[in-house]
T-cell receptor, first 112, second 111 residues
Framework: EAGVTQSPTHLIKTRGQQATLRCSPI?????VYWYQQALGLGLQFLLWYDEGEERNRGNFPPRFSGRQFPNYSSELNVNALELEDSALYLC???????????FGQGTRLTVV | AQSVTQPDIHITVSEGASLELRCNYSYGATPYLFWYVQSPGQGLQLLLK??????LVQGIKGFEAEFKRSQSSFNLRKPSVHWSDAAEYFCAVGDGNQFYFGTGTSLTVIP
């Protein structure tokens, strides 16, 4: 069974550009969670999607947004990139939060 | 509100020594509890989980954790550490909807 997959693995963008990160959850999982992990910092909660709806978001500006598709895959969009957006972005999936969260390998976003 | 505290930012142990990583949580009901491990630049791998039942849970790689309701703790233990255990360890609480992570404990293993 395939795990959580994220693409791309690495992404280099210029300040001011937009970045799109993608996540495919484990089959049958309806919830997708996004986290930002900047260098030396823990996991900062970004967004939670379940059944196609945004259920909660963390303390991030509106230029961080996303959506969940009918097949439960998800994308994270970061607009107007800033240097401090450089981080490892992790996606996790769960069955409605009733099981453990399974993580992908992350997308390393570098803003130059 | 739910929260997780990992008091130790960094721990150094000798290879072969025992290990205990501390985790305290704040949650009104019986939580779902987890320990994850992260190697540099990688995603998080589940070590073990507690949902209910026996308060001593066994995980992968020889790790175990004990849920102590009276102390709101879920400490991770390993009797003999291997050099490959060097990584970042995260404790997490689930409430059936979201997951709340501690700030992590970095483990260094010296020969």
């Amino acid at each position: 069974e395939a795990g959580v997959t994220q693409s791309p693995t690495h992404l280099i963008k210029t300040r001011g550009q937009q970045a799109t990160l993608r996540c495919s959850p484990i089959s049958g999982h309806t919830s997708v969670y996004w986290y930002q992990q900047a260098l030396g910092l823990g996991l900062q909660f970004l967004l939670w999607y379940d059944e196609g709806e945004e259920r909660n978001r963390g303390n991030f500006p509106p230029r961080f947004s996303g959506r969940q598709f009918p097949n439960y895959s998800s994308e994270l969009n970061v607009n107007a990139l800033e240097l401090e957006d450089s981080a490892l972005y992790l996606c996790a999936s769960s069955w409605r939060g009733y099981t453990e969260a399974f993580f992908g390998q992350g997308t390393r976003l570098t803003v130059v | 509100a739910q929260s997780v505290t990992q008091p130790d930012i960094h721990i150094t142990v000798s290879e072969g020594a025992s290990l205990e990583l501390r985790c305290n949580y704040s949650y009104g009901a019986t939580p779902y509890l987890f320990w994850y491990v992260q190697s540099p630049g990688q995603g998080l791998q589940l070590l073990l989980k507690y949902f209910s039942g026996d308060t001593l849970v066994q995980g992968i790689k020889g790790f175990e954790a004990e849920f102590k309701r009276s102390q709101s703790s879920f400490n991770l233990r390993k009797p003999s550490v291997h050099w490959s255990d060097a990584a970042e360890y995260f404790c997490a609480v689930g409430d059936g909807n979201q997951f709340y992570f501690g700030t992590g404990t970095s483990l260094t293993v010296i020969p």
